[in-house]
């Protein structure tokens, strides 16, 4: 039975860059046996024929509040996201080169994070010795190491609607109270996800393949085969 899902983006500034080839990679590969839409969240005018996509209109801020509060965001469009089954989230730097079908879905669907990937299920030496959760004590964020679990990405998430919007609500919560304390997570909303998951684990965990970075060297040792890539690119450029 057909799934209404809708898939979320953010990009701003010269994230903007990124887009058709996400567009044209999800079209091809993501769901394509289900009714799916697009929510982007965005600073400039963009049209794209014949793709059922819905534009809400945002400022670009300085780095990292894009990154760091698109689960504040995601509120704007409450009523809107409301109306879909299953809605998931994707970095706009990203492309699929695989088929990614239902087995995604689940209330809460996380993603392997490559550290995570490297810490648990393998032996290579590798500069990820450990999981990259908030230390500093003074963010709702932080995690204790005797709290710690899996460790996930922010760069492909979903679930169920009711569930997306219930974690984007305490996600965002958490962010405004941390400002309000002129905090900010050290992974930013990545570390908030993390916390989030602790308290309320996922119901599935997708592997490494749904969130690869682009480093081929390493896919093609570790014999992945990604069904979503995270492109390579220079951080110093975007993040402004």
């Known amino acids: ?14 994230y903007i860059n990124f887009l058709d080839s996400l567009y044209q990679t999800s079209r091809k590969y ?9 929510l982007l969240f965005t600073d400039k005018k ?11 209109h945002i400022e670009h801020e ?4 894009p990154t760091l509060k698109r689960y504040n965001y995601f509120l704007r469009e409450k009523k809107f996201i409301s109306q879909f089954d299953y809605v998931f989230y994707c970095d706009a730097d990203m492309v699929f080169v695989d088929y990614v079908d239902d087995t995604i879905f689940s209330e809460l669907t996380l993603t392997q994070h490559v550290r995570d990937f490297t810490f648990h299920d393998t032996n290579i ?3 990820f010795e450990h999981l990259s959760y908030d ?7 932080h995690v204790d190491p005797c709290d710690e679990n899996r460790y996930y990405a922010g760069g492909f998430l979903g679930g169920s609607s009711k569930r997306f919007l219930q974690m984007s609500g305490e996600i965002a919560k958490n962010v405004l109270i941390d400002e ?35 480093w081929p060297e ?22 402004q």
């Not at 989030?196 to 119901?203: F, G, L, R």
């Open 180 to 214: 309000e304390n002129n905090v900010v997570a050290e992974w930013h909303d990545e570390s908030h996800l993390n916390r989030y998951a602790i308290d309320n684990p996922p119901e599935k965990m997708l592997p490494i393949n749904y969130c690869c970075p682009e």
């Open 125 to 127: 030496p590798c500069s």
């Open 218 to 239: 390493f896919i093609n040792h570790m014999k992945i085969k990604p069904k979503i890539i995270a492109l390579n690119k220079n951080h110093s450029e975007y993040q």
């Open 30 to 38: 993501f769901l394509v046996d289900h009714d799916v839409s697009f």
């Open 135 to 141: 230390r500093s004590g003074i963010s709702t964020a």
């Open 62 to 65: 300085p780095w990292p509040a």
């Open 1 to 14: 039975m057909k799934k209404k899902v809708l898939l979320i983006n953010i990009a701003t500034n010269k």
């Open 46 to 56: 963009v049209k794209v024929d014949g793709l059922p996509l819905k534009i809400s």
